[in-house]
Nanobody
Framework: QLQLVESGGGLVQHGGSLRLSCATS????????VAWFRQAPGKEREGVSC???????IYADSVKGRFTASRDNAKNTFYLQMNGLKPEDTAVYYC???????????????????WGQGTQVTVSS
């Protein structure tokens, strides 16, 4: 059974840092694309970052230069390092994974079939 479990969320002050982790099981993560999404209260879920299985990575404009996504295929875990956090980054963060035909395919769209349960990130002003 394919599972994704996020951890690392919490409360942090404006300008602080957090590192989210997504532990996966039930599939060979190195053959999948992985991604991070977030959903703030009253807003639609939006893509934050995506890493293709060849390592190609994209970010939403709102987090470029502040967030860094990475993956450790040996540990079946991927990460989102968040620096310079702002109150507008407050949201539930979700990790996601799926297989796509192209090795370098990256997307911030909601086309992933497998999702974690979410972890709350709250940034105080």
């Amino acid at each position: 059974q394919l599972q994704l479990v996020e951890s690392g969320g919490g409360l942090v002050q404006h300008g602080g840092s957090l590192r989210l982790s997504c532990a996966t099981s039930g599939f060979t993560m190195e053959t999948y694309n992985v991604a991070w999404f977030r959903q703030a209260p009253g807003k639609e879920r939006e893509g934050v970052s995506c890493i293709a299985r060849d390592g190609t990575t994209i970010y939403a404009d709102s987090v470029k230069g502040r967030f860094t996504a990475s993956r450790d295929n040996a540990k079946n875990t991927f990460y989102l390092q968040m620096n310079g956090l702002k109150p507008e980054d407050t949201a539930v963060y979700y990790c996601a994974a799926d297989w796509f035909v192209d090795d370098d395919y990256v997307t911030l769209g909601l086309e992933f079939g497998y999702w974690g349960q979410g972890t709350q990130v709250t940034v105080s002003s």
